[in-house]
């Protein structure tokens, strides 16, 4: 099912911006060169534009797409989809083809304009430790509900891992292992448990394991490190997460062997043997990387390893986009941003006496994963609307998928299994 158009109404109330088409100074004097620009890049990129169904992106109000464009640049760009002032029948293929080539589509003369043109993240997104809770909630509080229409029943929101030979090989130290193609017709669940094993396996969780997880998820993780027989203490900032996956562990019983807190990573105290931590460096913010890594530098044991899973993106892309504020920051993950592997090693070699023993990088895996949520999501759009949900977010969720989706397809995204140990003398 494909999400609802809104060519013919515009957004509810609830979408504040949306409503009402950009028409200050800025976007009048730049529509004609945004619409030049669209129309140039459209060229490079062999997508066509027009107001029919055989055109690759059907502009149904152009005029508001060339004003939301110039207004607000990308961000502008994913409104605009928003609103349904274009639409794609294909729009993975055309959000692929863009990330493809993302960093020539614009004139080099113009991309040194980008300080003065690109919106800055509000301060009022910085990760500090009155606001992080504030960012995690917009997202991870929507609803469980929403979450259970597309996730698999292990409930992990995080690359799934579709290789099974992949855990049956331990990579070498200092090894990068890239992931082949994912295996075909492997059910989702499946790819998620080896995912979760091969992390616990690269953490050399076993019996009397002390496992600290920062990000709990929905306590997948935690409960099976808890069959293997450590101790689990895991924390998160959502409260939505807290509370299901609290009762998923006591409904495996496993309550007296998995705590699970409300807790800030930088409050937690103690020691463990082992430290993981899946998708959430990204909620943390480059100016506290050095925080997060150094605080689980200071929670690990001596001997102890951690593994971080992580999605990641090029180092130079990474240094010019690090004070730009993007669509998925305003509407899907506020305060987010993607460390680059050099950026990890450069913090954790500055900072911690961690450093980067062995990668694993699966981006395919990723795009694969995006692709079967985005499906199943879809199927599910009369649900998300019995949710409260409405049509604005079908469309804003589907947009954030495909648009998630292309990156990891283009190779302009990767996601790595980071295992860190403590640098030997």
Not at 26 to 48: D, E, V
């Amino acid at each position: 099912m494909t999400p609802p158009t809104t060519t013919s109404t515009r957004p509810s109330t609830r979408w504040p911006g949306l409503a009402d088409v950009p028409g200050g100074p800025r976007a009048r004097l730049l529509a004609p060169g945004a619409r030049l620009l669209l129309h140039r890049a459209a060229r490079t990129l062999g997508i066509g534009l027009g107001a029919g169904p055989e055109a690759d992106i059907v502009l149904h109000r152009p005029d508001e797409f060339h004003a939301r464009l110039a207004a607000d640049g990308l961000i502008g760009f994913g409104e605009a989809y928003l609103t349904g002032a274009w639409d794609a029948e294909d729009l993975a293929g055309v959000l692929t083809a863009l990330c493809r080539r993302i960093d020539t589509l614009v004139p080099a003369w113009l991309q040194r304009l980008r300080s003065a043109y690109v919106a800055r993240p509000p301060r009022a997104q910085r990760n500090t430790e009155s606001n992080t809770r504030g960012n995690i909630a917009h997202h991870y509080d929507l609803s469980n509900d929403l979450f259970r229409t597309f996730l698999d029943p292990t409930l992990s929101y995080s690359a799934a891992l579709f290789d099974a030979e992949l855990t049956e090989t331990p990579a070498a130290v200092g090894e990068l292992v890239v992931a082949g193609p994912p295996r075909p017709g492997m059910p989702l669940q499946e790819a998620q448990v080896q995912k979760i094993e091969r992390i616990l396996d690269e953490a050399h969780v076993g019996p009397g394991t002390r496992l600290l997880e920062i990000g709990t998820g929905w306590g997948e993780l935690a409960i099976r490190a808890t069959e293997r027989g450590a101790i689990v203490r895991s924390v998160t900032l959502s409260s939505e997460q807290l509370e299901l996956a609290r009762a998923r562990v006591a409904a495996a019983g496993l309550s007296d062997r998995v705590s699970i807190e409300l807790l800030d990573y930088r409050a937690v105290d103690g020691e463990f043997d082992a430290v993981v931590s899946v998708e959430m460096v990204e909620a943390v913010g480059h100016e506290y990387w050095p925080t997060y890594f150094a605080k689980v530098d200071a929670l690990l044991a001596p001997g102890g390893t951690a593994v971080v899973q992580a999605i990641t993106m090029p180092h130079q892309r990474m240094l010019a986009t690090r004070n730009t504020w993007t669509w998925i920051n305003k509407y899907i993950f506020p305060g987010g941003f993607l460390p680059s592997v050099q950026a990890i090693e450069q913090v954790t070699a500055e900072h911690t006496s961690l450093r980067v023993a062995r990668r694993l990088s699966f981006g395919s895996h990723y795009a694969e994963t995006l692709r079967r949520w985005d499906a199943t999501f879809r199927s599910a759009a009369e649900e998300v609307l019995a949710l409260g949900f409405d049509a604005t977010f079908l469309r804003m969720w589907h947009f954030y998928l495909e648009y998630s989706r292309a990156g990891f397809a283009a190779g302009y995204l990767d996601v790595q299994q980071i295992t860190l140990t403590r640098e030997t003398p």
